[in-house]
């Protein structure tokens, strides 16, 4: 059974009926069109804060809940590491709203890139025009922030390099100092690390 989780006032709350009713008679409206509505009925907050109170399920009354934390691990795993029962509930989600459509097939697009090949800059640039033509403004984000360091981006997409083993040093360095705080010096912890 999922628990309802508790949320605090928003300014999209006096708007929730109004909500609720359109998409009851148009399950797949856009959000951009309810944000029009509401926003002609006096809504002063942002599409942002609108997007995150319908996809936390706040806007539709008889819908089970579920945490966007929960949902965005759903996403992110791979379709054959889910249970059946998790494949069910996400495409239920999924399906319930063209920009959760969208989003799980960009995400589904994107996936093949983490694997490291040549052929991976003409798939990324692929990706990021189909995801530019998409309505989804985070990812819109998330491909600005590919562009800024597009050079790093396609060297870790196409090279079969890694700094795994390195950041894996650093954790296990990170660990040991902390385990030890206030009780040994640098001379103790050099050598746990050179024989750990």
């Keep these: 059974m999922l628990r309802v989780p508790k949320y605090r006032a928003s300014l999209v709350d006096p708007y929730r009926e109004h909500l609720r009713e359109r998409r009851a008679e148009d399950p ?13 009925l006096g809504f002063t907050g942002c599409l942002n804060l609108l997007h995150k109170y319908i996809n936390q399920g706040r806007a539709d009354a008889e819908r089970s809940h579920i945490s966007p934390r929960r949902l965005a691990r759903m996403l992110l795993t791979r379709p054959g590491n889910l249970k059946a ?6 495409a239920k989600l999924t399906a319930a709203c063209p920009e959760m459509t969208q989003l799980a097939a960009s995400i ?3 996936a093949p890139l983490l694997a490291p090949h040549a052929d991976n800059v ?4 692929l990706w990021i ?5 998409a309505d989804l403004p985070h990812l819109h984000a998330f491909t600005r922030g590919l562009d800024r360091d597009i050079d790093a981006v396609i060297a870790g997409l196409t090279l079969p390099y890694s700094n795994g083993p390195t950041e894996g040093v650093n954790t296990k360095t990170k660990r040991i100092a902390r385990q030890m705080h206030g009780r040994a010096g640098f001379t ?6 050179l024989l750990g």
Excluded: N, Y
């Excluded at 029962?85 to 996400?90: I, K």
């Excluded at 003409?122 to 640039?125: E, F, N, R």
């Excluded at 103790?188 to 690390?193: A, P, Q």
């Design 188 to 193: 103790l912890l050099r050598h746990r690390i």
């Design 28 to 40: 797949g409206v856009p959000v951009l069109h309810l944000f029009e509505e509401i926003k002609a």
């Design 85 to 90: 029962e998790q494949h069910e509930l996400l």
């Design 122 to 125: 003409d798939a990324l640039t």
């Design 129 to 133: 025009a189909q995801v530019r033509d």
């Design 108 to 110: 589904r697009g994107f």
